[in-house]
């Protein structure tokens, strides 16, 4: 059994007691000392994201050596399927995209979410339910697909584009998730050749949440 005792006298000494089974010694120790031994006790190991991919809006490490990462999706823009339809550059909100990856480099989890169009990104920027299928809030489900391992973070750029080409289906579909309470067919025929715009005026509806929920995956 070991105990240290540190004592700041009256006349400014710094005293060191050390009891180690029974047996006690004692040192005096330079401040500068004391001060350097705290500054060291309270530093963390770095953490080092590598090159990150463009559009990244957030970023967290955790203990675990999972990672989290936001990003935004530069394209408005986009050939989407719906049971063997293909909707040639089919017209898409703002989007954001968030993945958990783990230590090994294996997406764990990926999500979507909905923003305006064109405010500056907040915290408390107000997001929009997602009017397609294959997601349940931010959580996308992605069925079969599997991504590929993130080697490097710069690498998730690509991700999203390999989200949009995968084929839709009614999974977590909801009619009442579209101001026109629109069926998955109907919805994709209205927008096909609307401008992106669309969305905000005739179909999209406020979720209640934030960007912050979104990165912080609540």
């Known amino acids: 059994m070991s105990e240290t005792i540190i004592r700041i006298c009256d006349d400014g000494r710094i005293m060191v ?15 500068n000392t004391l001060v350097d031994c705290i500054n060291r006790s309270l530093m963390r190991g770095v953490v080092s994201s590598g090159l990150m991919p463009k559009n990244c809006i957030a970023f967290t490490a955790h203990d675990s050596g999972e990672r989290d990462i936001c990003l935004l999706h530069p394209e408005n823009r986009s050939d989407v399927s719906y049971f063997g339809t293909v909707y040639k550059d089919f017209p898409l909100p703002r989007l954001v995209f968030g993945f958990c990856i783990s230590k090994e480099g294996r997406i764990g989890s990926s999500r979507i979410g909905i923003i305006p169009n064109n405010d500056k990104l907040k915290p408390e920027t107000k997001m929009f339910v997602y009017p397609f299928s294959n997601v349940s809030k931010f959580r ?36 009442e998730n579209n101001k026109q309470s629109l069926e998955m067919r109907d919805l994709f025929e209205l927008l096909k050749d609307k401008p992106p715009e669309f969305y905000y005026s005739d179909i999209l509806i406020p979720s209640g949440d934030t960007l912050q929920n979104f990165i912080n995956n609540n």
Do not use: R
């Open 17 to 31: 007691e050390k009891d180690i089974n029974g047996v006690k010694s004692f040192k005096q120790i330079d401040p």
């Open 140 to 175: 996308l489900c992605t069925g079969n697909n599997t991504f590929p391992p993130v080697k490097s973070m710069h690498t998730l750029g690509s991700i999203p584009y390999y989200i949009l080409s995968m084929p839709n289906n009614n999974d977590h579909f909801k009619p």
